[in-house]
């Protein structure tokens, strides 16, 4: 069975969400010394609570494994003289390993034959070894925020009190931050034994629970959830067990019991949004529904204590809900007497930022921006760019309200309330509280056309403005959340089906804030464009594609976003058939031949072998129904039409000599090799066509109907292969793949 190791940290009150990060390096940072070391270990485990951090491992040896290691020199030439003796390099090779030189003998190697010794590693007791890998180990682990106290030199999350370093039943011995490891655990503060001892980890499970502690947050998750369900269910409702919040509730916790409260039923007229925030966010309740869905005047809380009575605990909960949402129903009656539209000119007393101004001048600028999509994405809807900007104009004046004021969490939530109450129409108000999604990856998106683009307009300011104003996220922080604004972006455009190129809403955003930029317009639309592109970078390998495909199509284009994705996708298909690399090899010699040679044009493609003429006849059959494909968008049929061209491409290679001694059987292999090659150069394109909207299911959630075409900047004709190269044997040929297919512009 081997050795085991205990490790246990206890500390006043950890945050909660600082927990499973700090088990999660604990764990990793310990294996990665026993692999540094040698030492095998059989299986790890960590466990966590507010007081506590702990490490499990078993199966380990009580000795460091022997390993036995050749290690070679200087050349043989170079270390033993003409007479076998070590010459002073020889010598010099033996004193660094501490060999004996009668030690040393020579060795082939594939470079020839070498001096080397044979060397004997391990062997040594492992505890001695722990002595000095534990508190490096403990000391390695970084929090969010971390602190020091007394006169120790030691930054941790909190004071320690207490270390369990236990090894095949014998003490760890080491200090840290002034606490000597023992094998003295302890149990729940005010409940549980001051003290216990702790040899193993069975004896220390049952310690812990004997005090009144569950140090298995596993454990702890699964009893507070059936719980949660048992009360609710006691009270005719369901509880919304929210994961954060369960989450949070499971590392607040040693010792978890949930009770149930309740509160006046008179606070449910109020926006069920409002007692749901106050409970959730502010006083870590799980709210409870009854079987209709509605609210019920119930919540559950999580309390850390086995006490038997404790009806104190909860009337006191409840008196502390019912003051929140006395304020809370005062400040929603107060915000309504005022107009949500007379607000926006109180955006001007906030500050968005130092150095972009107010709120009022953000909101002036993402209603330049979105009136600008709207126009582009639906022309001639004048009803919905009316609804557009009054939404933008709207959005943020819920900042001002006294209910945002006391509850951030609910901007957007209150303004979308506040505009339905007070008249505005209901896309507006939609819009008003739509605007801010997705709140975190992979949440909800926008449903309707105006809050996605009023959400894509607010979104591309701040990423913009920050990045104008020289405040760009680093690979170790962004305070501003503009990577999670610019996949929010890049996904509703995505889940819209817009086409509109990226570089056009750039150099709105970019001219709106003019007044603003600390750097040349141009440099900050680049620096824009490059930061959007790392991100669907990331979005693209997401959806299961291989660097090398994902390079390919962003190198052909990026800024239209759902176009993007299409191309991507039938490339993954085409890069999965069998015939992919050599069609691939076919059309790169083709391209290489006819590249740096005349083009005759209207030499006479007459008298044609019957090879030359299968090769032709089926580069013109292609070319046709290959270049409507591309204009219309039909990726994957335009793909599936090239395999056609593989094997009249290799029987033209493998019967006839292209650079032919005769001139005129020369140009006209090689005007039947530029045909060829103008597939992948956009020769012979019909007009640019439009974008359009993907075909979206009509329905209530829309504003307008599945399929509404749009017009766009018009698609320059170009080259899809701006850089041949076939990387690592497959699939970088498309690094030049569907250029003109994507606005280039900012690629």
């Not at 959806?543 to 993007?564: I, K, M, N």
Request: neutral net charge; proline residues 7%; glycine residues 10%.
């Amino acid at each position: 069975m081997g050795c085991e190791l205990l490790l246990e940290t206890g500390t006043e009150e950890i945050p909660a969400a600082f927990i499973p990060a700090a088990l999660e390096a604990l764990e990793r940072g310990f294996l990665a010394e026993m692999g540094r070391l040698g030492i095998p270990v059989g299986a790890t485990r960590t466990m966590g609570t507010p007081r506590r951090l702990v490490l499990h491992a078993s199966g380990m040896a009580s000795r460091r494994p022997v390993v036995r290691r050749t290690v070679t020199g200087p050349p043989k030439r170079v270390g033993i003289d003409d007479q076998g003796n070590l010459t002073r390099a020889g010598q010099g090779f033996a004193r660094s390993q501490k060999a004996d030189p009668a030690d040393v003998f020579v060795t082939e190697t594939p470079k020839g034959l070498y001096l080397a010794v044979e060397k004997q590693e391990g062997g040594e007791p492992v505890l001695p070894l722990l002595e000095g890998v534990l508190p490096g180990l403990l000391r390695s682990l970084h929090f969010r925020k971390s602190m020091r106290w007394g006169d120790k030199d030691l930054r941790f999350v909190r004071p320690i009190h207490w270390i369990v370093a236990v090894f095949d039943g014998e003490v760890v011995p080491f200090e840290l931050g002034g606490v000597a490891a023992g094998n003295a655990s302890r149990g729940l503060r005010f409940y549980g034994p001051r003290t216990f001892l702790a040899t193993d980890l069975e004896t220390y499970l049952a310690a812990c629970r004997a005090g009144r502690v569950e140090p298995d947050p596993a454990i702890r998750r699964k009893r507070i959830a059936a719980e949660l369900t048992q009360q609710a269910a006691q009270v005719g409702g369901v509880a919304d067990v929210d994961p954060a919040l369960l989450e949070e509730a499971v590392f607040l916790t040693e010792c978890p019991r949930v009770i149930t409260g309740r509160f006046d039923p008179g606070f449910l007229d109020l926006p069920p949004e409002v007692p749901v925030t106050v409970m959730k966010h502010h006083q870590k309740y799980f709210p409870v529904y009854g079987p209709d869905g509605a609210l019920l005047p119930h919540f559950l809380a999580v309390l850390n204590t086995p006490a038997a009575d404790v009806g104190r605990i909860v009337h006191g909960n409840e008196r502390v809900l019912r003051a929140r949402l006395v304020d809370a129903r005062f400040f929603c009656e107060e915000d309504l007497k005022t107009p949500l539209a007379g607000r926006v000119d109180g955006l001007a007393g906030v500050t968005f930022h130092a150095r972009l101004g107010t709120s009022l001048e953000k909101v002036e600028r993402m209603t330049r921006l979105a009136e600008t999509l709207a126009t582009r994405l639906f022309p001639g809807d004048t009803a919905l760019l009316e609804k557009t900007t009054r939404a933008a104009r709207l959005a943020k004046a819920d900042l001002v309200t006294s209910m945002v004021g006391e509850f951030p969490e609910l901007q957007g939530v209150m303004g979308r309330i506040y505009a339905a109450r007070q008249g505005e129409a209901p896309e507006v108000a939609r819009a008003i509280g739509e605007h801010y999604l997705p709140v975190q990856a992979g949440g909800p998106l926008p449903q309707s056309d105006i809050g996605a683009i009023v959400g894509i307009a607010d979104k591309l300011d701040s990423v913009a403005g920050f990045i104008a104003v020289g405040l760009t996220p680093t690979a170790a922080a962004d305070p501003f959340a503009l990577r999670r604004q610019t996949l929010g972006v890049l996904h509703t455009l995505l889940d819209r089906g817009w086409n509109i190129p990226m570089g056009d809403l750039v150099d709105v955003a970019v001219e709106l804030l003019a007044p603003r930029c600390r750097k040349p317009r141009e440099t900050v639309r680049e620096e824009v464009l490059t930061f959007i592109k790392t991100r669907f970078r990331g979005l693209l390998s997401s959806l299961g594609a291989t660097a090398d495909l994902v390079e390919a199509v962003l190198a052909a284009g990026y800024e239209r976003v759902p176009d993007t994705v299409a191309r991507l996708k039938a490339l993954r298909e085409l890069s999965s058939r069998g015939e992919f690399a050599s069609l691939m090899t076919a059309f790169k010699r083709a391209v290489n031949i006819s590249r740096d040679q005349p083009d005759a044009g209207a030499v006479a493609l007459e008298n044609l072998l019957p090879v030359e003429s299968a090769l032709l006849d089926a580069t013109e059959r292609v070319h046709t129904g290959f270049a409507e494909d591309i204009a219309a968008g039909n990726y994957d049929r335009a793909l599936s039409r090239l395999v056609e061209l593989k094997e009249p491409i290799d029987r033209f290679f493998d019967e006839v000599l292209v650079m032919d001694p005769d001139e005129t059987v020369r140009l006209r292999r090689l005007a039947i090799l530029h045909r060829v090659s103008a597939l992948f150069r956009g020769g012979g394109r019909p007009e640019p066509r439009i974008d359009r909207v993907v075909a979206r299911p009509a329905g209530p959630a829309r504003d307008t109907p599945a399929g509404r075409a749009v017009p766009g900047r018009s698609r320059r004709s170009g080259c899809w292969c701006r850089s041949w190269g076939m990387r690592k044997g497959a699939t970088a040929w498309g690094s030049r793949f569907f250029a003109d297919s994507s606005t280039a512009s900012g690629a």
